[in-house]
């Protein structure tokens, strides 16, 4: 099994519609990550999580909000989608020495 | 902030052939890493490199962090087309080991 679980691996949602997007890990680690990827600017962090208690903004937050439920579970929610969020988002985590572990990503549309 | 450049932002080999992808960073790298994507999916972790002049191979491929710890370049010898995918490179301001920031990435193809 996985190390890191995403889901869904695909969406296809309407403007304005609240959409959360989960992440599970089994690696036993404390840092969690959730970025997005788009055609020409790269991966971006959006928000950064050490422990249950202690969640960070990233380099674009604005738009979203996350939710750390367990040291094993990080989910992404979008309050109101809107079509430039269209974007593949990944999750990740990192134990203290750094190495960052992926998920395989979920390809989000909004219409 | 940090800023990765990588470059080319895509290349085309025949197989069998040698390649190098560099990274140049605007400010001093502390930790360097180097990941691999197939198109889609997820990022597999490659190299890590955090001392400067340090040397890390993994069968075919070796990454090198420069003395002065601004840039990394991860050669592959004798391509393969498993080799294909998108090469990113990423590194963590100051003395941190997290909030990573990525070069946009560069699109390997290797034409058997």
């Known amino acids: 099994d996985a190390d890191v679980t995403q889901t869904p691996r695909n969406r296809i949602t309407k403007t304005g519609k609240r959409i959360m997007l989960e992440c599970s890990q089994t690696k036993g680690h404390d840092r969690m990550y959730w970025y997005r990827q788009d055609p020409g600017l790269g991966l971006r962090l959006i928000y950064y999580s050490f422990d249950v208690k202690d969640i960070n903004k990233g380099e674009i937050s604005d738009g979203y909000s996350v939710s750390r439920q367990a040291q094993a579970k990080f989910s992404l929610s979008l309050e109101s989608a809107i079509p430039n969020q269209t974007a593949l988002y990944f999750c990740a985590t990192s134990d203290f020495r750094g190495e960052q572990f992926f998920g395989p990503g979920t390809r989000l549309t909004v219409l | 902030s940090q800023e990765l450049e990588q470059s080319p932002q895509s290349l085309i080999v025949q197989e069998g052939k040698n390649l190098t992808i560099n990274c140049t960073s605007s400010k001093t790298l502390y930790g360097l890493y180097w990941y691999k994507q197939k198109y889609g999916e997820g990022l597999i972790f490659l190299m890590m490199l955090q001392k400067g002049g340090e040397e890390k191979s993994h069968e075919k491929i070796t990454a090198k962090l420069d003395e002065k710890k601004q840039q990394s370049s991860l050669h592959i010898t004798a391509s393969q087309p498993s080799h294909a995918g998108i090469y990113l490179c990423?590194?963590?301001?100051?003395?941190?080991?997290?909030?990573?920031?990525f070069g946009k990435g560069t699109l390997l193809t290797v034409n058997p």
């Open positions: 990423g590194a963590a301001p100051g003395g941190s080991n997290y909030k990573l920031t």
